[in-house]
């Protein structure tokens, strides 16, 4: 049963500090997504690869967010400084782009709280 | 700009009912994807059904069905013979596929409370 993992799941840390959130796609998926849940914004796009390639980042904040994708096993998703406001339900999926269709699987989350 | 509205904040349903969960959508794309994912208690995202805009047919996986009007550009779904365990929050969400941009959009969702 394919999944995709997420570490941590849960993660407190102090204002300034630094965050670095891991994820595992399925393996054979070409596609990987950050998102963030929050009461407020809802689910919101952070940044999307399509064969380790950033294709799309514009909705992170580029001066303390960054993306990578070192290998096809692995995306990070790294908060630095991190701030209260960043205080979220941080999502990472993965799909396999077959002509139009592609379904994107979730992982479990990583609930991070900035204090 | 591609939207998706979920108008119902909160649903209840009694046990083994049907519900419907109500997603419109708005995009100028001609071909588009729409999914629903479940959230229960717990957080994680679960995929639950997927309609191609190119799709003639509703799409339905078990007791889910996608009741899909092109032209009212809704995507409802059915949810059949509810039990206790699809208590949870449903999101709507949709890709454009014209442009190539494989993001979800998503609704705020609707938190649906089956009881017994």
């Known amino acids: 049963d394919a999944r995709v993992t997420q570490t941590p799941r849960d993660k407190v840390t102090e204002m300034g500090q630094e965050v670095t959130m891991r994820c595992q796609p399925i393996?054979?998926?070409?596609?990987v997504f950050w998102y963030r849940q929050t009461m407020m914004q809802g689910l919101e796009l952070l940044a999307y690869f399509r064969n380790r390639a950033p294709l799309d980042d514009s909705g992170m904040p580029k001066d303390r967010f960054s993306a990578e994708m070192p290998d096809a096993t692995l995306a990070t998703l790294k908060i630095q400084p991190s701030e209260p406001r960043d205080s979220a339900v941080y999502f990472c999926?993965?799909?396999?782009?077959?002509?139009?269709?592609?379904?994107?699987?979730f992982g479990p989350g990583t609930r991070l709280t900035v204090l | 700009a591609q939207k998706i509205t979920q108008t119902q904040p909160g649903m209840f349903v009694q046990e083994k009912e049907a519900v419907t969960l109500d997603c419109t959508y708005d995009?100028?794309?001609?071909?588009?994807?729409l999914f629903w994912y479940k959230q229960p208690s717990s957080g994680e995202m679960i995929f639950l059904i997927y309609q191609g805009s190119y799709d003639e047919q509703n799409a339905t996986e078990g007791r889910y069905s996608l009741n899909f009007q092109k032209a009212r550009k809704s995507a409802n779904l059915v949810i059949s013979a509810s039990q206790l365990g699809d208590s949870a929050m449903y999101f709507c969400?949709?890709?454009?596929?014209?442009?190539?941009?494989?993001?979800?959009?998503f609704g705020s969702g609707t938190r649906l409370q089956v009881q017994p």
């Open positions: 969400a949709m890709r454009e596929l014209d442009t190539g941009r494989r993001a979800l959009t």
């Open positions: 393996l054979g998926h070409n596609t």
């Open positions: 995009t100028s794309d001609q071909s588009y994807g």
């Open positions: 999926a993965s799909g396999l782009v077959l002509g139009k269709s592609d379904t994107q699987y």
